[in-house]
Structure formats: structure tokens, C-alpha cells
């Protein structure tokens, strides 16, 4: 039968002779990337530069993971809504890996080198092939310099990281893609406040002058801010969307202190708290004065009267060229 086998390829030869393709999985929601040499990798097709190109990875769902497998956490749980600006509509693509929404987005970002980032990391997932990784390697390179506060940039930032790093430490092993997430990690919250002026600026516990008017900033993540209420009544405000937002601490009622909420679509959860305080801090230490003169000022000696013991220099009177050499430079 071997035999029979073997003579039955070698009269096929100018056919080829190949084992038939592994069969598509059943459910398009299939979390599972192939990168092993036996598994089968997705479809794909050559864009107009010449590079392979390949539709959305499925979705989460399709049964246990392989045991073993090295697992990637995707992108978690934004979340975005239709106000939100593009950073909002480019981590959902990416959180539901549509690569080809993401690459073929004309959306324009405050930080465009995380979703280029994005795209080319989307695609090696989808197609598994090194030149693939290695541009998404490239990619993540240039993704410096996030401010806090951007929280989408920094969570699909760690994830993409997450999955050049699984990939490069397991070649050749399957991976395993799990983007079920983990609750919403970008809520819109308020956790704190910095002063930006005067005396206390930048400590740890927000404190203004009582007379008001003084800057202050929101901390969090914060997207289409509405209003500022301090003690349930807005106050003027300013910052672009996304922020950071600032506002001007009113003066001073009854209480030495004031809680701050915000008002947005979506909703902005959480408060904080700024103290009114007109007291000075204390300086970092003494500084050295120079010594006080009393009494008035020595008369110069003339010829018709001698110089008497005081306006020789010999009493407690100090001189003027005395307190210059004693003062302090």
C-alpha cells in the first residue's frame, strides 16, 4: 500500500502533492491566534503596497484555550461613547481587533504614533508572520512621551507591548488571545486636584488663599467636562477636550474647605477637596541679618574739637564701615 502510495505521487509530481488544508474554525469567535507551522493561518491578501493584509481576528468565545499556551489580555474594556473623541472609535476597533477599521481610519489623534502602533500590531496578530511582528516592533519604538491622564493611549500601549513581548519570548508556540477584559479599565473619574499658583502650589494636600481666584487643576480621566461645581455651584473653567481642565478656586465662605464635582455626558464619577489657607509656609531656614545700629548717626571730629572716646570707634556705637565689614555678603 506504500508502495502503491508513493507511485500514486510521483504520476501526480507536476500536480503537486500535498496534504489537504486544515479546516476554518466553526465559530467565527475564536480567540486563538496560530503561530505554530502546523496550525493554519488566517486568510490573507496583498494590499496596494505590497504588504500582507488580513481581516478582524475573531472574537472571544470559542472554547478553552490550548493548555500550555502563552496568553495575551487584550485591550480591556473601554469604555467609549459617540461623543468621545477619535481615541475613543480607535480603541474599540482595537479592542474587537478590526484591523482593517483601524488601518483604513482617517481619524485624526493627539498621539498618531500609538494607533500606527496599533494597526501594525493588530495585523501581525492576524497574520502571525515575522516581517509582520517586526513592524509592529518597530512601531512601538516610537510610542514615547505619554502624559498621564491619557488613559486609552496607555492601556492599548501595554497591551500591544504585552503581545510583541509574548510573541518574541515564545516563537513558534500558539498564542492564545483573551479579550474577554476584566472589568472597565478607563472610567471617567475625578481622584484629585493640584494647585497650580501661589504659595502651596503643587503639595499634596490642595490649598488656596481664602480670597480665591487662585488655578487649579482636575485629576483623572476626563472626556466633553460640562461643568465644575465647587460646593454645588459651577465656576469658570478652562482646557480643550480630553484636557486637562482647570479651574478658579472662588473665595472663601463659612467652611476652610470645598468639594469639587463634575458634570459630563458620559458621566464623571467621584469628588475631591481643596482647603483654604493663608498662612505662609515656613522658609527652609534662618537667614542671617546684619546687626541693628541705635542711637543717631556719629558726628565726624572737626579740628576745633578732639575726637572723645564714642566717635573714635572705642564706645558701643558701631560704625557704618564697621556694620559694612560685619554684614553679610
Known amino acids: 500500500m506504500a508502495k502503491a502510495a508513493t507511485a500514486a505521487c510521483l504520476l501526480a509530481l507536476n500536480g503537486g502533492c500535498a496534504a489537504p488544508p486544515s479546516p476554518a474554525p466553526s465559530s467565527p469567535e475564536s480567540t486563538t491566534t496560530a503561530a505554530s507551522t502546523s496550525a493554519a493561518e488566517p486568510p490573507a ?62 481619524l485624526n489623534t493627539a498621539f498618531p504614533a500609538v494607533w500606527t502602533a496599533a494597526v501594525a500590531t493588530c495585523l501581525a496578530l492576524a497574520t502571525d508572520l515575522p516581517q509582520d511582528w517586526q513592524r509592529a516592533r518597530t512601531s512601538l519604538a516610537g510610542v514615547t512621551g505619554l502624559p498621564p491622564g491619557r488613559c486609552w493611549e496607555t492601556k492599548v500601549t501595554e497591551s500591544l507591548r504585552q503581545a510583541v513581548d509574548i510573541r518574541t519570548a515564545y516563537p513558534g508556540l500558539q498564542l492564545t488571545v483573551d479579550a474577554a477584559g476584566a472589568g472597565d479599565e478607563c472610567p471617567r473619574r475625578l481622584t484629585g486636584l493640584t494647585v497650580l499658583e501661589g504659595p502651596r502650589a503643587g503639595e499634596a494636600i490642595p490649598s488656596v488663599p481664602s480670597g480665591g481666584g487662585t488655578q487649579v487643576q482636575l485629576e483623572g480621566f476626563f472626556v466633553n467636562v460640562d461643568k465644575i461645581l465647587v460646593d454645588g455651584l459651577p465656576v469658570a473653567f478652562e482646557g480643550p477636550q480630553f484636557g486637562p481642565f482647570v479651574f478658579f478656586a472662588p473665595p472663601a465662605a463659612a467652611a476652610r474647605s470645598a468639594k469639587v464635582t463634575v458634570e459630563a455626558s458620559p458621566p464623571v464619577s467621584g469628588e475631591a477637596e481643596f482647603f483654604y489657607d493663608d498662612s505662609t509656609p515656613s522658609a527652609p531656614g534662618p537667614t542671617p541679618t546684619a546687626p541693628s545700629v541705635s542711637g543717631p548717626p556719629p558726628s565726624e571730629p572737626t579740628a576745633s574739637q578732639p575726637p572723645g572716646p564714642e566717635s573714635a570707634g572705642t564706645g558701643s556705637t558701631v560704625t557704618e564701615s564697621a556694620l559694612s565689614r560685619q554684614a553679610p555678603s
Not at 73 to 82: D, E, F, K, T, Y
Open 45 to 106: 491578501s496583498a494590499s496596494a503596497n505590497g504588504d500582507p493584509t488580513a481581516g478582524p481576528l475573531p472574537g472571544p468565545g470559542d472554547g478553552p484555550p490550548v493548555a500550555g499556551a502563552p496568553v495575551i489580555r487584550w485591550v480591556p474594556i473601554g469604555p467609549s461613547a459617540p461623543t468621545d473623541p477619535p481615541e475613543g472609535t480607535l480603541y474599540e476597533l482595537l479592542r474587537k481587533r478590526d484591523c482593517a477599521g483601524l488601518r483604513d481610519s482617517t
